[in-house]
């Protein structure tokens, strides 16, 4: 990655602080947000930034077509009515760019950046137990000491690269969809392989085949993806929608997710309804909504493998009647249950298939054996690309986390603990480790939801819970082990009443080789509201405070 070096931001040279009450690891939305929570209660802390710029996610990723897939009215913060009603989003579906200007303002509008530190990677933090407090390293060597530490290090901020020989081999340009150069790649004219159908690669895909010479995809598990149905926002409509903000923000806190609340899940079964009912449902959903909110046509389609299967059918139907070449259209159809891993988002991903210049390898039984000089190797066969595109996903959840040596009382690391999986109460904090907090990590309804409604909540939570401990003078807090055994039981418990331990997805670690296969997110976003409310309600029951 090419480095922007933002001069407002102090630099790790400059920023050799010695002690504070917090620090605050990633400047993502998680991260910022954190900063201003604590300053709002008198704690000096910082933020540690990896990257050259703030931003996470929308910082990494700037590949083309990079957008969000959850409304930008609804994917954004809500903390500040002044902020949400100055703000205005341009489409539907906010680009990256727009995303990242976006936290640039929140950046500036709340005088975060002087307590910012980038292009500065955590790499070590270690528990002391006579001081409660923790001594927090960085990969240039410096020693921050901060009696909390908060990992704001994000639920996808960590890339994975197959480990498929010979990539550092290869002589033309190459980029993982999450750590994309900020010059970008220049795909006129050339020829380009994308390897990875998530939702990165359906997003980059479309764009690329309209600059390539040629663009061969190379797929291992065909996606499910829905129209997003985006539209540039009318400010006529913009003006009106936000006489209600607060309205919609309410409304979206009742729901499971955290956003929809003005298509809601139907309440209706699949199998009850007539096949032409269920086929009406589905079109709407398809064509008037748009989007993840297509999994929300029938209550059932994420419990009842049949009731999921209609929804599955549809969509093949869809693809059988997008793609023209019937064997190419065969191959994009997936078998698995739809919703089970994220489902996808796009514009025009299934009709970019129809384009003379774009081709689909099939990689399931015959893999990537080796990235060469000039392109890569399947079996006999060479493929000469002049660009390569790794759209292969993120070691989710734990892969940031896991990075940083951390180690809690008696020495104990982390990664050492959570070797079968993480154990976590409330995906807030670890038996062993006081005083360290993750934000939206394995344990918290996170990644299944609007990310930036459940980050507000969380972040709310996490202030408030340093607060009491500050009013009432306690100098630690620390999971207990049966409250956390009792937690992982539950997320495990929930997830297996419903079809998403069926597939190999990265909610489960099922796309890292070797990665224990857990399902890390807790279903339900109210119901984790409640509990997290009785928790902090009974003075911090699951916690012992000192
Ligand atoms: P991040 O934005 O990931 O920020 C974490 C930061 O921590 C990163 O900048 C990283 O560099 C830094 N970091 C990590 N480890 C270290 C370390 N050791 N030292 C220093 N810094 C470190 N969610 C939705 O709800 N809706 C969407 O539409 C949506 N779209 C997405 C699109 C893409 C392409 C991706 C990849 C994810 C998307 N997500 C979406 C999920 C998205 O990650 C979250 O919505 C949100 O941006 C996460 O914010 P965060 O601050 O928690 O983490
Ligand atoms: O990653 P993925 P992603 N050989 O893990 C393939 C969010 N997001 O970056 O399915 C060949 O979904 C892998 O194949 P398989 C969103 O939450 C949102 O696309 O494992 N292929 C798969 O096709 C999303 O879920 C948006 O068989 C290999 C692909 O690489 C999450 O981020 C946009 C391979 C990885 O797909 C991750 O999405 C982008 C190998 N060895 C991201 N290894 C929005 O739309 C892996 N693959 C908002």
Redesign the pocket.
């Known amino acids: 990655m090419s480095t922007k070096f933002d001069s407002n931001s102090e630099t790790a040279a400059s920023n050799a602080q010695g002690s504070l009450d917090a620090v605050i690891v990633g400047a993502g939305f998680s991260g910022l947000f954190m900063l201003h929570k604590l300053r709002g209660i008198g704690l000096s802390a910082k933020i540690y930034e990896a990257g050259d710029g703030i931003g996470g996610t929308w910082y990494w990723?700037s590949y083309p077509g990079?957008?969000?897939?959850v409304q930008s009215v609804e994917y954004s913060y809500q903390f500040s009515e002044d902020l949400q009603q100055d703000w205005n989003w341009s489409e539907r579906y906010a680009s990256q760019p727009e995303i990242l200007s976006y936290l640039e303002h929140v950046t500036d509008r709340f005088d975060l950046r002087r307590d910012v530190v980038l292009k500065t990677r955590v790499s070590g933090a270690e528990f002391d137990e006579k001081s409660n407090r923790w001594k927090v390293t960085s990969d240039d060597g410096r020693v921050v000491d901060a009696q909390f530490l908060i990992m704001a290090t994000g639920a996808?901020s960590t890339i994975?690269y197959?480990d498929?020989p010979g990539r550092e081999a290869f002589k033309g340009q190459s980029a993982h969809?999450?750590a994309w150069p900020l010059e970008g790649l220049d795909f006129q004219d050339k020829r380009v392989g994308v390897?990875?159908?998530?939702?990165?690669?359906?997003?980059c895909i479309p764009i690329i085949a309209e600059q390539a010479e040629h663009l061969t995809v190379?797929?291992?598990?065909p996606?499910y993806s829905v129209p997003a149905g985006n539209y540039d926002l009318d400010p006529g409509w913009l003006t009106e929608f936000k006489n209600d903000y607060s309205g919609l923000r309410e409304r979206n806190e009742a729901t499971m997710g955290g956003f929809g609340s003005d298509h809601p899940v139907n309440t209706e079964l699949a199998l009850q309804v007539s096949e032409k009912e269920r086929e009406d449902q589905y079109q709407h959903r398809w064509q008037n909504v748009g989007g993840l909110l297509f999994l929300g046509a029938y209550a059932d389609l994420l419990t009842d493998p049949a009731a999921n299967q209609t929804a599955a059918e549809f969509v093949r139907q869809k693809i059988r009647a997008t793609v023209i070449d019937p064997e190419v259209a065969e191959r994009l159809m997936p078998t698995t249950m739809i919703g089970c891993?994220?489902l996808?988002?796009d514009t025009n991903y299934y009709e970019t298939y129809n384009r003379a210049n774009v081709s689909l390898v099939d990689?399931k039984d015959s893999?990537?054996e080796e990235i060469t000089e000039t392109g890569l190797r399947i079996g006999e066969k060479s493929y000469d690309l002049d660009c390569i595109v790794f759209?292969?996903?993120?070691d989710?959840m734990t892969g940031a986390i896991s990075n940083i040596d951390i180690r809690g009382k008696g020495g104990t690391r982390l990664t050492d603990k959570w070797a079968d999986g993480p154990i976590n109460y409330l995906g807030v904090g670890t038996a062993g480790f006081p005083n360290l907090f993750t934000i939206v990590g394995p344990g918290n309804p996170s990644?299944l939801t609007n990310m930036v409604c459940t980050i507000e909540h969380h972040v709310g939570w996490v202030a408030e819970c340093i607060e009491y401990l500050r009013s009432n003078s306690f100098s630690a807090i620390e999971v207990t082990p049966a409250a956390e055994l009792d937690w992982v039981a539950e997320v495990n418990a929930i997830a297996a009443s419903t079809l998403f331990p069926t597939c190999?997805s990265?909610y489960l670690g099922a796309?890292i080789p070797g990665k224990p296969r857990v399902f890390m997110p807790y279903l339900g976003l109210p119901p984790y509201r409640e509990k997290c409310a009785e928790v902090a309600k009974e003075g911090y029951s699951g916690f012992d405070l000192t």
């Open positions: 990723n990079a957008r969000c897939d996808l994975f197959p498929i969809t999450g390897i990875g159908t998530g939702s990165s690669g359906i997003q190379f797929q291992r598990t996606a891993k994220r996808c988002t990689i893999p990537i759209a292969t996903g993120f989710a990644v190999n990265w796309n």
